[in-house]
């Protein structure tokens, strides 16, 4: 039986791309696929993909394991940032639970290059660590949800990103910045100018649309912290784009 459900676990660039691209490419006399895109609600005013649109969590994987066999999922795509790392063991234990076909949609990873002072940690504690012999101007990009981790470095000042504005617990001293990318080489250079910035923190995140930053990183000779993303659950194939989710989906049909 070809795939006519397809759950993606999104909020992505490339989950909205895939979304967009499987609900406009259907050949003429194909059976109708339906795509569910589920979003976490973490983001007030969401950017919403074609095809039919979810908000809020499953429940864990029990939950989600339930959805999928009352909704009839045929296939089930996590293309969740990297850093969603309960929600994609959440989607692997309810995958194979069900056994319904699992792929992880992943943007690969920055590679530091010629110029750049990367110091990669392994969480948001061990970057809040590094901060006292790097700098005392920080320009912190980890998101809303990240700022608590810092919230004990009172000798600090931060210039904090996020989409939406971040609760308490933060840093005393803190600015926030409510913006969302993609940035510009030429924003990110006067951001770091006009806040004194000299030094950088960041998740590895991938893909270009936050990625200017490290660019202005390198040509303004400032150390980056960067916190290394979690591994995908063991046995998980992965694809790093659209069109191979998409070359995976066809490789399920007959």
């Not at 490339?14 to 569910?36: D, F, H, I, N, S």
């Not at 039919?52 to 909704?71: D, H, M, N």
């Not at 110091?119 to 809040?128: C, G």
């Not at 989409?163 to 993609?182: F, K, N, Q, S, Y």
Request: hydrophobic letters at 45%; glycine letters at 10%; proline letters at 10%.
């Amino acid at each position: 039986m070809p795939v006519r459900h397809v759950l993606i676990l999104g909020g992505t660039t490339e989950a909205r791309r895939l979304a967009e691209r499987l609900a406009a490419g259907q050949p003429a006399g194909a059976p109708p696929l339906r795509v569910t895109s589920s979003l976490a609600g973490r983001v007030a005013e969401p950017r919403l993909p074609a095809g039919e649109v979810r908000i809020g969590g499953f429940g864990g994987p029990s939950g989600l394991a339930a959805w999928l066999r009352e909704q009839h999922v045929d296939a089930l795509i996590d293309a969740t940032h990297p850093f969603a790392g309960t929600i994609s063991r959440n989607a692997a234990e309810a995958a194979a639970e069900v056994h319904v076909p699992l792929l992880a949609l992943r943007r690969p990873s920055w590679v530091p290059v010629s110029g750049d002072r990367w110091h990669p940690v392994d969480s948001l504690a061990e970057a809040a660590d590094a901060l006292p012999g790097l700098g005392r101007r920080v320009f912190l990009t980890t998101g809303r949800q990240g700022l608590a981790a810092f919230a004990h470095l009172d000798g600090h000042y931060f210039l904090a990103r996020s989409v939406d504005a971040p609760e308490a617990p933060m840093p005393p001293h803190t600015e926030v910045l409510l913006d969302r990318g993609p940035f510009t080489l030429d924003g990110e250079r006067a951001v770091c100018r006009e806040h004194r910035i000299d030094v950088l923190v960041t998740k590895d995140s991938g893909g270009a649309a936050t990625a200017p930053k490290l660019t202005a990183a390198r040509e303004l000779g400032l150390p980056v912290v960067i916190v290394r993303r979690p591994e995908l659950p063991r046995g998980v194939p992965a694809t790093p784009d659209v069109p191979g989710a998409l070359a995976w989906l066809a490789g399920l049909a007959p």
